[in-house]
């Protein structure tokens, strides 16, 4: 597992080795393919140059346009969920900033990611090409719709919270195929797990979480409910 175009010899490589093993290892990330993705994604490259200081820390970082990039550990778990082997072609729905579509590239045979905010996916962009990230496709667009044109996808995973799990995300699963989503109100949400088998759509619930707002025709309207 590498990156390209990034050898992780920077002056972030010791927080993020304590990242790992404070905020994943020792609350319960087990998966060794998450661990040493997240060991290897500069994340501090994809904030804002001046909270660079802040990027593994343990919380949620604005990144612009009201948005944020994820607590690594929430990021962890969502990967985490996904049992990711490496031969998946994955949906992303929220691009953000790109780090959690550079960790899920590291999992994954290919990635697809959907932004509704225009300038936050260019960023996002010029970052994961800057660390040797090939193996993505980027679009803007309504997430909750997903991307018909690449579908069925073995893996879905939405970075922001809905009121229920948006049916065309659904429809483009393969069969045992999984979805993981923040589902609830705009003040909390609980991460739901999707899988698609022959005799329906089975759901178990996980982590409580609260994340931004899933805006889209199967999601919350722009500018109220």
């Known amino acids: 597992m590498k990156l390209n175009g990034y050898n992780g010899e920077d002056l972030y490589k010791k927080p993020r080795n304590e990242m790992v093993e404070n905020q994943l290892v020792r609350r319960g990330i087990t998966d060794q393919r998450v661990i ?3 060991r290897l994604v500069p994340r501090h490259l994809f904030v804002e140059e001046a909270l660079g200081y802040k990027a593994y820390d343990d919380y949620p970082i604005p990144i612009g346009e009201k948005q944020t990039i994820s607590q690594p550990f929430m990021v962890a778990t969502m990967c985490e969920q996904l049992r990711l082997k490496g031969h998946e072609k994955v949906l992303e729905i ?8 550079a960790v899920l590239s590291l999992l994954a045979s290919q990635v697809y990611s959907i932004e ?5 996916l260019f960023k996002a962009r010029k970052v994961l090409e800057s660390v040797g990230i090939h193996n993505v496709a980027l679009k803007v667009g309504d997430g909750t719709l997903g991307w018909k044109d690449f579908a069925p996808y073995d893996a879905i995973t939405v970075s922001a919270g809905g009121p229920e799990i948006p049916k065309p995300l659904l429809e483009q699963l393969v069969d045992g195929g999984k979805l993981i989503i923040p589902v609830g109100n705009e003040v909390g949400q609980v991460l739901e797990i999707a899988v698609k088998t022959p005799g329906g759509i089975k759901i178990a619930e996980n ?3 609260t994340f931004v707002r899933l805006i889209g025709e199967y999601g919350w309207r722009e500018n109220g409910n």
């Open 94 to 101: 929220g691009t953000g900033s790109g780090y959690q579509t």
């Open 116 to 120: 509704r905010i225009g300038p936050l």
């Open 207 to 209: 982590t409580p979480c």
């Open 36 to 38: 040493a993705a997240m």
